[in-house]
């Protein structure tokens, strides 16, 4: 069982906007920065979104993060195709000193 | 641009070492703000992080793994290495080798560290 939790999947159509939840607590996303990965299948993890809600160099503009409270939203609009892969939230746990993640949240385009 | 690349033996027994090595090209290893970290995925499940090594040498280990877990460097070769001892075949996964960099704002205020950059992966299994 993770220490962040994520809904198993989401889907939604092209050009629907779409969420991806991540709860944690106080040791983890209540004092620390979230980061989000994405994982096309068969591949590594690719950095979506560091420090919450900033976008490294290449991530388009349609793809947000945003946190309040204990938990952390990962949204993605303007759904397109190349969007359908896994998606894994990410804090530093002050208690256990370790990374810890999400269980992941595979995003299906229909 | 930094690169990373993971090797080492793709099959091993149980009770055996695990021994892995990542490769960074294009960069060194003792840059500032930056910090080396493994991570491993098993087939279908999720990522967990197994520890971090920085450029002075210190580390952090998950809890769950410390007690068999070695992360060291090797600043001659750029490079930095994963040992886990007494493998099970819960240790069958992919590694993953990965920068951990710290950002900042515009102002120079810390705002937190990411994995930035990951290598392939490299496929363990653990089988007798």
């Known amino acids: 069982q993770s220490v962040l939790t994520q809904p198993p999947s989401a889907s939604g159509t092209p050009g629907q906007r779409i969420t991806i939840s991540c709860s944690g607590g106080s040791s983890t996303i209540g004092s620390n920065s979230v980061n989000w990965y994405q994982q096309v299948p068969g591949t590594a993890p690719k950095l979506l979104i560091f420090?919450?809600?900033q976008r490294p160099s290449g991530v388009p503009d349609r793809v947000s993060g945003s946190k309040s409270g204990t938990s952390a939203s990962l949204a993605i609009s303007g759904l397109q195709s190349e969007d359908e892969a896994d998606y894994y939230c990410a804090a530093w746990d002050d208690n256990l000193n370790t990374w810890v993640f999400g269980g992941g949240t595979k995003l299906t385009v229909l | 641009q930094v690169q990373l690349q993971e090797s080492g033996p793709g099959l091993l027994k149980p009770s055996q070492t695990l021994s892995l090595t990542c490769a960074v090209s294009?960069?060194?290893?003792?840059?500032?703000?930056?910090?080396w970290t493994w991570v491993r995925q098993p087939a279908g499940k999720g990522l967990e992080w197994i520890g971090r090594i920085y450029p002075t040498g210190s580390t952090n280990y998950n809890p769950s793994l410390k007690s068999r877990v070695t992360i060291s460097l090797d600043t001659s070769k750029n490079l930095f290495s994963l040992s886990l001892t007494s493998v099970t075949a819960a240790d069958t996964a992919v590694y993953y080798c990965a920068r951990d960099h710290d950002f900042y704002d515009s102002r120079g205020s810390w705002t937190g560290d990411a994995f930035d950059i990951w290598g392939p992966g490299t496929m363990v299994s653990v089988s007798s």
């Open positions: 420090s919450t809600n």
């Open positions: 294009g960069g060194s290893i003792t840059s500032a703000n930056s910090y």
